[in-house]
């Protein structure tokens, strides 16, 4: 990313700003949709991010920080569209996808289905947190600078949300156990 660019976007360039966003929209809606979980949720996030970088890209002190301020932008919209949405719905992927990786398409969609209902159990914040570590491999102290939170409350966070999906899963594990034995009796 060029800090060029943002200053050029800084001093009102209309045209470095389409630059901008053709070069980070994949980025941010990849997050916002890690976080929401609703593709239409993280477009409006990801449009609200930009339109608040357009309008707030002048208090931008160092351009090289762009990246992590972008992202914080992001961040505050996801809230926003969480919050107006008030549950992120789980949104299935093409089965097809399942039937190239040679897998079992049947225990594919279930495995993925419980993660999903796993996962929307989380807070907000803790999907954040989530999102950004595993879909963007970020690095703790990376996710701790761009959410400008203290490094122990990343650690917290993420501890935190794999212990509730855990649970989440161990619990859908035995309510599903019955089922199964009934089944095998037949």
Known sequence: MSEALVRQVQDGDREAFETLIVEHH???????????????AAEDATQQAFIDIWHNIGSLRDPAAFEAWSYRLLVRGCYREAKKRRAAAGVLR?????????????????????????????????????????????????????????RQTVYSRL???????????????????????EGKAM
């Open 26 to 40: 994949r980025r941010l809606f990849v997050l916002a949709h890690g976080i929401l979980r609703d593709p239409h």
């Open 94 to 150: 093409p089965l097809d996808a399942d039937l190239s990786s040679g897998r079992d398409p049947i225990n594919a969609v279930l495995d993925r289905d419980r993660l999903e209902r796993a996962f929307t159990r989380l807070s907000v914040d803790q999907r954040t947190i989530v999102a950004m570590r595993f879909l963007l491999d970020m690095k703790p102290e990376r996710i701790a600078d761009t959410l400008d939170i203290p």
């Open 159 to 181: 501890r935190r949300a794999l212990r509730t999906m855990r649970a989440a899963l161990e619990a859908d594990e035995r309510a599903a156990a019955p089922l199964l034995d």
